[in-house]
């Protein structure tokens, strides 16, 4: 049986022809300023049909891994579409990973086309020694100057009738996504038509997702999801790249105007605008769901959310999983600050829920190594910190071209596999999932592993922190040596850090997992990763405070 997203987005269209299917708004960065673009289902249909005879007459077509470097607007959602409908396989990479390893990916994926701006294509041209085997440029807005090809906006003169979506069974690679590279490289995650499908199902049935539903779309890639359920995405004026910097009033002006009901994002981005919101007494009476993934979400944006933002029913989500699996779980707002916040508070993790329908989880022992075959001693008991691992149809069975990292990441089990999260966790006796951290963030100290999750909230209890991180030192190939590096709340001055670090140290000694920790040090901002600005780039963290301490 055909399994291709693109028959939602034609099934969409056919029931709901004349509903907004994305809406772009620009400001308001002053009183007045705020403005809107829209298409509809049938528009998108329509010029999606035109785009994929264009893409075809360009020389993509079924299978041609294709590089998409388009800002949010209505040729990225047109672009995924047309793809989707000739069988191509799009590929997103985050730009704002910066250049040199967004080059590195691009040699590693080899992809034989690219719809992008300008810039992206120009950038192409300079390094072509990173696209080999490249063959087909479509660009789009503004100028091709030197590199030929075609131009995205020609392919609205192509025949405005139905596309005969290509039949892909389940299987067939659908398109690639690219991990954030927040442990190591950025890594290309295979997704199959039939995972894909499943995905989106699965995130309609966590979230209670209905075509009635409007998204406040903050994170493009889910918006795409959002479109093929039916729903109406709204895309604020911000900048997807950089979400935990976003301006509040340009998500808040999207959500009040067009009545969204639904949105997913950083927790990054909800802590700062629900911050804005409470401190000015803004309401978001419309808002229902707002689903916040990428990295734990503190207590406190809950709370905040929910009894000072959000209406009187409405709800928070925090579901857990990775490019290679998601949902792998999911947990609500109220549960959290109901059962698991005040554990998570005394060093027990974060409690991410339970595994979603269809999703098995199982603890094992802590290796750094490939494990080949699945074999059921490998799990631990409950309430025993091991590596998280998943078995599920929507997980992805591969990377792209890097049979070394499947090595590591995937376990054979019959005609199955397991993927291992990378991530470290238990399950307590509920079910429920329990995260403290990743696997390459454990700090490997002479008392044993430390895990970055369970010691940081110690730390975190403190007024003037914002937030901390567990790093390990390397001691001539010995055990780490762990130390936390504090980031203060803004408006924290840093003069009296003698004060402030015998109360630090003196919390942590209050608690066995975290008493032998002796150095504590103060970083004016964390790293963090590109998509969620949520990730704290410990690994730069670790080499900035080797640096301190040899001073």
């Known amino acids: 049986m055909s399994i291709n997203i693109a028959q939602r987005l034609r099934a969409m269209a056919n029931e709901y022809p004349d509903k907004p299917a994305v809406v772009l708004c620009s400001g308001p960065g002053k009183p007045g300023e705020y403005s809107t673009q829209s298409v509809t289902f049938s528009q998108l249909e329509i010029d999606s049909d035109a785009a994929a005879r264009g893409l075809l007459a360009a020389g993509i077509g079924r299978g041609t891994k294709t590089l998409v470097m388009l800002r949010p607007s209505f040729a990225f959602f047109s672009c995924f579409f047309s793809l989707f409908k000739v069988g191509a396989v799009p590929v997103f990479v ?18 034989e086309a690219m719809v992008g701006v300008p810039l992206a294509h120009l950038v192409r041209v300079v390094c072509r020694r990173s696209f080999p085997g490249f063959k087909t440029a479509v660009t789009q807005g503004g100028r091709r100057w030197l590199w030929g090809g075609k131009k995205w906006e020609t392919f609205r003169s192509f025949k405005p009738e139905p596309f005969p979506i290509a039949e892909t069974d389940g299987d067939e690679l659908a398109a690639i996504l690219f991990t954030t590279g927040s442990t190591g490289p950025a890594k290309g995650v295979e997704y199959s038509h039939g995972a894909l499908d499943r995905q989106v199902q699965i ?15 903050t994170f493009p890639g889910f918006s795409l ?10 895309i604020p004026d911000m900048n997807p790249v950089r979400p935990g ?25 909800w802590g700062r605008v629900s911050e804005y919101a409470a401190s000015q007494g803004i309401t978001l009476p419309s808002l229902k769901r707002v689903v916040m993934a990428g990295a734990p979400v503190p207590a406190t944006v809950h709370r905040r959310l929910l009894e000072q933002v959000l209406p009187e029913g409405a709800e928070t989500y925090t579901p857990y999983g990775a490019t290679e699996c998601m949902p792998v779980a999911n947990i609500t707002g109220h549960e959290v600050l109901r059962e698991t916040a005040d554990l998570t508070a005394a060093g027990k993790g974060v409690c991410v829920g339970r595994p979603a329908p269809g999703v098995r989880v199982e603890i094992i022992r802590i290796d750094d190594g490939p494990i080949l075959r699945w074999h059921e001693s ?3 008991p409950r309430d025993e910190v091991g590596e998280i691992t998943v078995k599920a149809d929507h997980a992805s069975r591969h990377y792209h071209n890097l049979p070394a990292a499947d090595a590591l990441a995937k376990t054979q089990d019959g005609d199955g596999f397991w993927h291992r999260m990378g991530d470290v966790g238990y399950l307590d006796h509920q079910g429920r ?15 044993g592993d430390l895990f970055t999750v369970c010691c940081e909230a110690i730390y975190n209890a403190h007024p003037r922190v914002r937030r901390s991180a567990l790093v390990g030192v390397a001691r001539d190939g ?16 840093r003069d009296d850090t003698l004060t402030l670090t015998s109360e630090l140290l003196a919390l942590g000694r209050a608690n066995p997992m975290t008493e032998m920790i002796d150095d504590i040090l103060f970083h004016p901002g964390f790293p963090t990763d590109i998509r969620h600005n949520a990730k704290i780039r410990r ?7 080797a640096e301190k301490l040899t001073l």
């Open 94 to 111: 985050d730009p704002g990973m910066g250049g040199k390893r967004l080059l590195e990916c691009v040699r590693v994926l080899a992809p």
């Open 203 to 217: 995130l309609a049935d966590a979230f209670a997702i209905r075509p009635e539903d409007k998204d406040c779309a």
């Open 225 to 234: 999801f959002s479109i093929a359920l039916g729903m109406t995405a709204v």
């Open 245 to 269: 910097m976003v301006f509040p009033p340009n998500v808040i002006a999207p959500v009040g105007e067009e009545g969204c009901t639904f949105s997913f994002g950083s927790p990054a981005l």
């Open 378 to 380: 490998l799990i631990l």
């Open 433 to 447: 999932i329990w995260f403290c951290g990743r696997k390459a963030h454990r700090v490997r100290a002479a008392a």
């Open 478 to 493: 010995g055990p780490e040596r762990p130390v936390i590096v504090v980031e203060l709340r803004e408006g924290e001055g």
């Open 539 to 545: 690994e730069d963290l670790s080499l900035w405070a």
